[in-house]
């Protein structure tokens, strides 16, 4: 049997730590027959680095990360070469259409109107490919809105939160709505919520879509498309020299 390990990034949040335990229990719940077990990489517990080697059997990682970025392609292929080099690393969550969809409903929820602006407020990346990812994902919940959608980082990346709101400020829309591009309350998410956005959307956190999104990850990575433990150390070494700084998701 083949046991899916979630590997977050880890939060000082009680809350977000709270809901990422009720997501790896829905994930649990969605595919009973394999074993789910939760991971990190710094900050809670268990850490990643002690979760992988005493598992049996084959092991698929799949990060909770929506973004590549220094924790998909240094620090967690780091992890696994050390502690379980036979074990298959998956891609990250996003973009995909799925978290489009997560996004547009907790916009709903909080309120989201047909004339309103849409900021998509994320924690930010030194890394190019990781502010790419998502820029994507904003493009992918401006389809799903039928509006434009501004991607935006409460860190590091350009332009800022407070930079998207003071230039959709001088625009026609009556208010600006911020999806909360995050998977669980902590840090961001406090950012988020003092940026002065007319309204602003609950974190992905516990949802169907989104459990179903980790076990097509899962699947895609025992299937071949993934980063496989053969090629962690070739990734590495390509991005030798490339200066990324880790960013806490949550």
């Known amino acids: 049997m083949t046991t899916l390990v979630l590997a977050g990034h880890g939060t000082r ?56 970025g220094y924790h998909v392609h ?3 292929p780091s992890v696994v070469a050390a502690t379980r080099p036979d074990a298959v690393v998956a ?8 978290l489009a969809a997560i996004l547009a409903r907790r916009l709903a929820g909080a309120g989201l109107r047909v004339a309103d602006s ?24 401006a389809v799903r809105l039928s509006r434009p959608v501004t991607a935006a980082f409460a860190a590091t ?17 009556p208010r600006i709505a911020m999806a909360s591009y995050l998977l669980a309350p902590g840090f961001f998410q406090d950012r988020l919520e003092s940026s002065g ?29 993934s980063l496989s433990s053969r090629t962690i150390s070739s990734a590495l070494s390509s991005r030798e020299g490339t200066k990324s700084t880790p960013t806490n998701i949550s």
């Open 74 to 76: 240094i620090d967690l």
């Open 157 to 173: 990346g350009t332009p800022s939160v407070g930079e998207a709101l003071e230039r959709l400020r001088s625009g026609p829309s």
């Open 91 to 98: 891609a990250p969550l996003g973009p995909h259409p799925l």
């Open 118 to 141: 849409v900021i998509l407020g994320a924690a930010g990346s030194s890394d190019p490919a990781a502010r790419a990812d998502v820029r994507a994902a904003a493009r992918l919940l």
């Open 13 to 68: 949040s009680e809350r977000g730590e709270e809901t990422l335990a009720r997501l790896r229990d829905l994930i649990r719940r969605t595919r009973p027959g394999t074993r789910v077990e939760q991971a990190f990489l710094e900050i809670s517990s268990p850490l990643l680095a002690d979760v992988l080697p005493g598992l049996p059997g084959p092991v698929v990682v799949v990060p909770l990360l929506l973004a590549g």
């Open 197 to 225: 956005a007319d309204l602003i959307g609950a974190p992905l956190g516990v949802d169907a879509d989104l459990a179903a999104l980790v076990w097509t990850r899962f699947d895609q990575a025992r299937w071949g498309s």
